[in-house]
């Protein structure tokens, strides 16, 4: 059974299949551990870089004391350079610049890396010589997705086959093609629920990254190379990350602002309900699709993933039933 995990980038594809790995049973290979010790030290790197960027963005500036170590930032390639003492040096010295722990904690929407903090926290396991990331770490890595990346994994006796394709713009290019090449059982749209208010950062649009999110999955929907019989199922995911800004006045605030009609509180469950009505309601209801199934998500939430897996492996292999006349 082929899924096809579809979405802008950052919406939590990736981390989704790395759960699906880890829950049930799939051991890293030695390459990949590599791999992501590159990838997570890397974000360490990146991070700050995508700080400092948006501490400009925003006419802040860093201490003085601080410029050279901008500098040196700068010169940085994440996945080529080495943590040695020279580099931890000049990363703590960013790290508590008051600007930088500003930007973290006022602007956490405009970070391309989330968990930086988490990171932080972390650093010195993580520079060990001997470090080997834990699962946690593995699912916290950002690292953009190029192509479609398949993984296959044994569930219950039965092999289902994850395809994680890139979200940017130059991949999504390829997203007709994958969906032609494939006979696909069911396509999984992720949305960074957090993301309403979150500027598209390759500039294709003016309107939020949401917005385009919505956009795509319309187009999707009613491209007409989809077979109406297969299921869509939506993942408003991120949804912790979506409670803590609804809880928030300024993110409640952007959130009214971004959706002038929305008539509910600083709500969780009520901004959720919201965006799904807001989503589906772009499907040709004439065309007579199969109901969208949406679920609201936390791909860094084991416990819950399974949960919800579980729902959606059962309404699967019904539809797949259903489909050959078996239901």
């Given at each position: 059974m082929?899924?096809?995990?579809?979405g802008?980038?950052?919406?939590?594809?990736?981390?989704?299949?790395?759960q699906?790995?880890?829950?049930?049973?799939?051991?890293?290979d030695?390459?990949?551990?590599?791999n992501f010790?590159?990838?997570?030290?890397?974000?360490?790197?990146?991070?700050?870089?995508?700080?400092?960027?948006?501490?400009?963005?925003?006419g802040k500036?860093?201490?003085?004391?601080?410029?050279?170590?901008i500098?040196?930032?700068?010169?940085?390639?994440?996945?080529?350079?080495?943590?040695?003492?020279?580099?931890?040096?000049?990363?703590?010295?960013l790290?508590?610049?008051?600007?930088?722990?500003?930007?973290?904690?006022?602007h956490?929407?405009?970070?391309?890396?989330?968990?930086?903090?988490?990171?932080?926290?972390?650093?010195?396991?993580?520079?060990?010589?001997?470090?080997?990331?834990?699962?946690?770490d593995?699912?916290?890595?950002?690292?953009?997705?190029?192509?479609?990346?398949?993984?296959?994994?044994c569930?219950?006796?039965?092999?289902?086959?994850?395809?994680?394709?890139?979200?940017?713009?130059?991949?999504?290019?390829?997203?007709?093609?994958?969906?032609?090449?494939?006979?696909?059982?069911?396509?999984?749209?992720?949305?960074?629920?957090?993301?309403?208010?979150?500027?598209?950062?390759e500039?294709?649009?003016?309107?939020?990254?949401?917005h385009?999110?919505?956009?795509?999955?319309?187009?999707?929907?009613?491209?007409?190379?989809?077979?109406l019989k297969i299921?869509?199922?939506?993942?408003?995911?991120r949804?912790?990350l979506?409670e803590e800004?609804m809880?928030?006045?300024?993110?409640?605030?952007?959130?009214?602002?971004?959706?002038?009609?929305?008539?509910?509180?600083?709500?969780?469950?009520q901004?959720?309900?919201?965006l799904?009505?807001?989503?589906?309601?772009?499907?040709?209801?004439?065309?007579?699709?199969?109901?969208?199934?949406?679920?609201?998500?936390?791909?860094?939430?084991?416990?819950?993933?399974?949960?919800?897996?579980?729902?959606?492996?059962?309404?699967?292999?019904?539809?797949?039933?259903?489909?050959l006349?078996?239901?």
């Amino acid at each position: 059974m082929k899924i096809l995990c579809l979405g802008v980038g950052g919406c939590g594809k990736t981390t989704f299949v790395k759960q699906m790995k880890i829950i049930h049973g799939v051991n890293w290979d030695p390459i990949e551990l590599q791999n992501f010790i590159k990838v997570i030290r890397g974000n360490y790197i990146s991070g700050l870089q995508d700080v400092i960027e948006i501490a400009k963005k925003l006419g802040k500036g860093l201490k003085a004391e601080n410029e050279d170590n901008i500098k040196q930032l700068k010169d940085y390639r994440a996945r080529n350079v080495e943590l040695g003492s020279d580099q931890l040096t000049v990363l703590r010295a960013l790290w508590v610049d008051p600007v930088v722990q500003e930007i973290i904690k006022e602007h956490p929407e405009k970070l391309t890396i989330t968990h930086l903090e988490y990171f932080w926290n972390n650093l010195d396991r993580i520079t060990q010589d001997d470090y080997s990331p834990s699962d946690e770490d593995i699912l916290r890595a950002r690292m953009r997705t190029a192509g479609a990346n398949s993984s296959s994994i044994c569930i219950e006796k039965k092999y289902f086959e994850f395809f994680d394709v890139g979200g940017q713009k130059p991949e999504r290019a390829k997203w007709q093609s994958i969906l032609e090449e494939h006979n696909f059982s069911a396509i999984i749209y992720f949305v960074a629920s957090d993301e309403y208010d979150v500027e598209d950062e390759e500039k294709e649009f003016d309107d939020s990254k949401m917005h385009i999110s919505r956009l795509i999955f319309s187009e999707i929907v009613s491209s007409g190379i989809i077979d109406l019989k297969i299921p869509i199922i939506l993942f408003l995911n991120r949804d912790d990350l979506f409670e803590e800004r609804m809880k928030d006045p300024k993110g409640f605030e952007s959130f009214k602002q971004t959706f002038p009609d929305y008539g509910g509180g600083a709500d969780k469950q009520q901004g959720l309900d919201y965006l799904k009505e807001w989503f589906t309601s772009v499907i040709n209801q004439e065309e007579k699709h199969n109901p969208v199934k949406v679920h609201y998500t936390c791909a860094l939430d084991t416990e819950s993933l399974v949960v919800v897996w579980r729902t959606v492996r059962e309404a699967l292999l019904k539809q797949t039933l259903d489909n050959l006349g078996l239901g």
